[in-house]
């Protein structure tokens, strides 16, 4: 199967990268998680988890799941000879963003992201802000530039949801779509058919 990194900034919006990861995890795909302190001071107040209480919840498939310290500027997925087949910042800040677009890579995330874009590898960045600045504006056009999927956290309503969860798998299984991934967790439009 394949590896993906998926990166988790200190945006609101946790729940959708927990998703994210279960289904990779349940699709066979190997995963690197890497989270910012803020990020997972988020997870925390959010959805009341911790990086260990997400490692025990993946049971069997934890074995796929390799956890990365943020300041681990040796991990494999800091390397471009490492090959990795995506990576998806979910949810990603505008301060994480902002450093990407500008490569300043001072965590193993950014660095990893940096990786990608040099690489020529996908990337998807999954933004949490509202509403957005010039600044903001920028950053995204300059990356969307340098062949970077912006995908933000914006659900739809042509496929009726009806609670949250409906809503979260929509935006996870466009995220999955961006990075390669066929699945079922939302409706492509059929034209109101």
């Known amino acids: ?29 190997e995963v690197f998680l890497v989270c910012t302190k803020c990020g997972e001071q988020v997870l925390n107040y959010e959805v009341n988890l911790t990086i260990e209480h997400i490692v025990k919840q993946c049971g069997d498939h934890g074995k796929k799941l390799r956890v990365c310290a943020i300041d681990d500027l040796f991990a494999p997925i800091a390397s471009g000879s ?57 950053n995204m056009l300059s990356l969307s530039e340098m062949g970077v999927t912006i995908l933000p956290a914006m659900p739809s309503f042509y496929h009726k949801p009806r609670t949250i969860e409906d809503m979260i798998d ?17 409706h492509e439009w059929n034209g109101g058919v």
């Open 1 to 29: 199967m394949s590896k993906f990194v998926l990166g988790v900034t200190g945006a609101s919006g946790s729940i959708y990268a927990v998703r994210l990861l279960e289904e990779l995890l349940k699709s066979g795909h």
């Open 82 to 138: 490492f090959l990795i087949d995506g990576m998806v910042v979910l949810p990603c800040s505008m301060s994480t963003m902002g450093k990407i677009s500008h490569g300043i890579g001072d965590n193993l995330l950014i660095r990893a992201a940096d990786v990608c874009i040099k690489e020529k590898r996908n990337l998807v960045l999954v933004p949490r802000e509202t509403p957005l600045s010039t600044i903001h504006l920028k």
């Open 170 to 186: 929509a935006i996870v299984g466009r995220v999955m779509r961006s990075l390669g991934i066929e699945n079922h967790l939302y």
